[in-house]
């Protein structure tokens, strides 16, 4: 039990790792979901290519988006940049620095789920295969026009009526299933090119300036983080106290009835201390306000 609670304590402190879990198994279960959904174009030439882009575009949106959401560090990152001045400066290379980190996080499961996509080739055949020029293929010279665009939007369909009979339908499927593996891995490897370059030419750069930022970024959001905690556990005393104040204005009635109520000196003297100054509804929002307008110079 112990070792588990270190392990969580370590994921709490450690907003970092916790986020790199969280991309991890959202880029998992786009792929869980890809496999588990049952794609079926419409084959219909009007329909083919909204159909075919929608499934490969819309569901990383989505995935994008539910990263920023699920990113803490999202929200802090808007706090730091929408936060008054005051006596403490904002430091724009930080607040790239937490826009960088949140978006690349969040576009982690976005480009596996169009990798997939491309690799398996069925959202690229049925969006582009009515825009083939039939010439290319064999079985499409003594059919109409109207005829060969028909034809061209059921080659997704195999089991179409009309694709039994023609032989072409292969041809076509084959060519676009072939560019769309090859477009999923040409992006592959340039982004494993792209995450080599970055990993090894970080040194060349201006290493203090990074690690300034890195620093900040993660000192803002443990601020934030240990604010909130004093702020609920001010809020507990406070409540406390004001049900205190409730069965003493009480005493009377509480008498009656046989009952006893804590003498004064037996209260806890620890929260009389942490309650000292702020007392009541309005110096409480006084603080509040004084912190988000005019947070204390470091």
């Known amino acids: 039990m112990d070792r588990f609670r270190m392990i969580f304590q370590y994921f709490q402190s450690n907003s970092e790792s916790v986020m790199n879990g969280i991309c991890g198994l959202l880029a998992l279960a786009s792929v869980k ?5 049952e ?3 419409p084959c219909l030439p009007r329909y083919n290519m909204a159909y075919g882009l929608g499934i490969m575009f819309i569901p990383p949106i989505i995935l994008f988006l ?3 959401i699920l990113n803490r560090q999202s929200l802090v990152m808007l706090d730091e940049w929408r936060r008054p001045q005051g006596h403490r400066k904002k430091d724009l290379a930080v607040i790239r620095y937490m826009c960088s980190s949140i978006v690349q996080r969040a576009m982690v499961a976005p480009v596996v789920w169009i990798i997939v996509t491309l690799l398996d080739g ?6 582009f295969s009515g825009s083939m020029d039939p010439e290319k293929f064999v079985g499409f010279a003594n059919v109409t026009p109207v005829q ?3 034809l061209l939007a059921k080659v997704p369909c195999k089991d179409d009526e009309l694709m039994r009979n023609n032989t072409s339908h292969k041809a076509v499927s084959r060519y676009l299933r072939c ?3 090859a477009l999923g891995w040409s992006i592959l490897l340039i982004l494993i090119v792209a995450a080599f370059l970055a990993r090894w030419l970080r040194p060349c750069f201006n290493q203090a300036s990074l690690l300034q930022a890195r620093h ?3 000192y803002i959001d443990i601020e934030q983080k240990i604010f909130e905690e004093t702020c609920c556990e001010h809020s507990r005393l406070f409540a406390h106290k004001c049900i205190l104040h409730f069965f003493e204005s009480m005493r009377q009635e509480i008498k009656l009835h046989n009952f006893s109520l804590p003498r004064e000196g037996e209260r806890d003297e620890g929260e009389e201390d942490l309650l000292q100054g702020i007392t009541d509804q309005d110096q409480v929002n006084k603080l509040l306000k004084t912190w988000y307008y005019d947070k204390p110079p470091l």
Not at 122 to 127: D, G, V
């Open 33 to 37: 979901m890809y496999t588990c959904f």
């Open 39 to 41: 794609f079926s174009c």
């Open 66 to 68: 539910c990263g920023l």
């Open 122 to 127: 069925k959202c690229l055949i049925c969006a």
């Open 148 to 150: 060969v665009e028909q």
């Open 179 to 181: 560019w769309s593996q």
């Open 216 to 218: 900040w970024s993660n």
